[in-house]
Nanobody
Framework: QLQAYGGGLVQAGGSLRLSCAASGRTVSSYPMGWFRQAPGKEREFVATISWSGGFTDYADSVNGRFTISRDNAKNTVYLQMNRLKPEDTAVYYC??????????????????WGQGTQVTVSS
C-alpha cells in the first residue's frame, strides 16, 4: 500500500514537499513515479525515478521546479515542488512499477497506486 501525503494550500511561488510511504511492501527495488490529475482533466505524468535514484525524468511543465528523490531505507519517495503555479493545482498520486520494463511515462505502466493528496495553488 502506498500512502501519499504532504499536500495542502499554498500561494503561487511557494513550495511543498510530497511524500509517498510504502507499507506492507518494500518498493526499494521498484521504479516510482508521481502523477497528477486536475478537475476535468486526465491523469498526467509528473516525474519518475529509478530504483537506485540514478535516473530521474520530469514532465516539461515541471522540469526545473520539481525534484523527485527517494530514501530506500525509509521505503519513501519524495516530490519537492518549488515555484508553484496555479496550474499545478491537482490531486497528486504516487505509483510504483514492479519492473523497469514498460512505459515509465503513462499511468498504465505502473502497478501500485497511492490514494492521492490534494495540492492547491492560489494566485
Amino acid at each position: 500500500q502506498l500512502q501519499a501525503y504532504g499536500g495542502g494550500l499554498v500561494q503561487a511561488g511557494g513550495s511543498l514537499r510530497l511524500s509517498c510511504a510504502a507499507s506492507g511492501r518494500t518498493v526499494s527495488s521498484y521504479p516510482m513515479g508521481w502523477f497528477r490529475q486536475a478537475p476535468g482533466k486526465e491523469r498526467e505524468f509528473v516525474a519518475t525515478i529509478s530504483w537506485s535514484g540514478g535516473f530521474t525524468d520530469y514532465a516539461d511543465s515541471v522540469n526545473g521546479r520539481f525534484t523527485i528523490s527517494r530514501d530506500n531505507a525509509k521505503n519513501t519517495v519524495y516530490l519537492q515542488m518549488n515555484r508553484l503555479k496555479p496550474e499545478d493545482t491537482a490531486v497528486y498520486y504516487c505509483a510504483a512499477k514492479r519492473s523497469s520494463g514498460g512505459n515509465w511515462y503513462r499511468s498504465e505502466g505502473y502497478d501500485y497506486w497511492g490514494q492521492g493528496t490534494q495540492v492547491t495553488v492560489s494566485s
